[in-house]
């Protein structure tokens, strides 16, 4: 059989993996017929062509063998058991990965030769030596697992301001209400341009240091320096040179996409071409979630609309469009806060969630080994 009469996928009579020598899912990336196959299990895979020629894997479930692959099974009259084959690919895997190559292939006449260690006792391997240590690896695996949970939780938790991730009777109500809530459209140059009627914020470029990058940015810098990239907040580096702008505020590039507008937290470097907005009026009311609510507005209403080409400009953001929740005629800021507060709840609870699903996955599979 030649890989091309395999499927990638698991169909009809196309059941039975098939060894080959990738190492992507051990080696295990198409599917052939049962029939006529050599099926094999609970052996010991090793690559033996290609730049991953070494590569040794334990193989607990049915597979055959099509090409440039062989398996090794314990040939003395004790059968291990998962844990210790994987403490036996293990031992194999320290011995060969990395001393073979395309032009030295791991074939089984170079690899028996080799040596590898393995704990004895009494003058015998120790083969309940290797279970027990394999299942001490698993159990810190999980016990790994579960306390980069509770850290991430955490660390999500604080960053966002909340101490629990269960939304409250308002954030379900807020999020219910959300459909039908009266929204009142405000042109950014209402809210930007420093005019007397109705402004609320104004545009205007970030104060920046006139030096290379290279005087700058510094390896061990306190403050980040905020720049036209589109990602990590726009912070391209850090400085240790004072502060120009303070925290709590909103910054785009009038150079890149809606993907530069961020909101920056806390005290930070400026940076040509990089535009901030400054609060006019409510500026007892702009606070985190009220300016992310804001955020998302402002890239919604960008969004495809710019490029290096075609520059974001004050003058065109000042007349952009956005729409902001009303109450009695006012922006209902309440109202914003907390559906940003229960967006932000339901995204740690899928991470939370995603976590679970990882370590209970991890559990079910020490358990089947």
């Known amino acids: 059989m030649k890989v091309g009469d395999l499927s990638p996928k698991k169909i009809a009579e196309f059941t039975l993996p098939v060894l080959t020598a990738g190492i992507e899912n ?9 029939d006529n196959a050599t099926i094999l299990k609970n052996v010991i895979s090793i690559s033996a062509n290609g730049a991953n020629t070494g590569a040794t894997f334990y193989q607990n479930k049915e597979f055959t063998v099509l090409q440039d692959a062989y398996a090794i099974s314990f040939k003395e009259e004790y059968t291990p058991n998962d844990n210790q084959y994987l403490f036996l690919t293990g031992a194999i895997a320290k011995s060969i990965y990395g001393n073979f190559a ?3 292939k791991a074939g089984w006449e170079k690899v028996k030769k080799e040596f590898i260690q393995l704990p004895t006792k009494d003058g015998k391997i120790d083969f309940e030596f290797m279970d027990a240590c394999i299942r001490e690896l698993e159990e810190e695996r999980i016990r790994e697992l579960e306390e980069e949970r509770i850290r991430e939780l955490s660390a999500y938790l604080t960053v966002s301001g909340l101490d629990n991730y269960e939304l409250s009777s308002e954030e379900k109500e807020a999020l219910n209400a959300y459909d039908s809530i009266m929204f009142g459209e405000c042109k950014f140059k209402d809210i930007f341009n420093k005019i007397k009627i109705g402004d609320l914020f104004e545009i205007k470029p970030t104060k920046a240091y006139k030096l290379t990058n290279e005087d700058l940015f510094e390896k061990n810098g306190l403050y980040p320096v905020v ?3 589109s990602v990590n907040n726009g912070i391209t580096g850090y400085t240790n040179l004072s502060p120009t702008e303070k925290g709590n505020m909103i910054t785009y590039s009038d150079t890149t996409t809606s993907d530069g507008i961020f909101y920056q937290p806390t005290d930070y470097v400026g940076y040509s071409h990089i535009q901030g907005l400054y609060p006019l009026v409510y500026k007892e009311k702009w606070e985190y979630k009220s300016l992310m609510y804001i955020v998302t507005c402002f890239r919604k209403s960008a969004s495809g609309r710019f490029d290096y080409g075609n520059k974001f400009n004050r003058n065109i953001a000042k007349e952009m469009s956005i729409q902001l929740p009303t109450k009695d005629g006012k922006i209902d800021f309440e109202f914003m806060e907390l559906l940003i507060s229960a967006v932000q709840k339901l995204v740690i609870k899928d991470v939370v969630l ?3 699903e990882k370590i ?5 599979i020490v358990k089947e080994n």
């Open 26 to 34: 051990q080696g295990l990336n198409n599917y052939a017929p049962r």
């Open 102 to 104: 395309w032009t030295d």
């Open 227 to 229: 720049t036209n990239s």
């Open 354 to 356: 995603y976590a679970d």
């Open 360 to 364: 209970q996955s991890t559990k079910k």
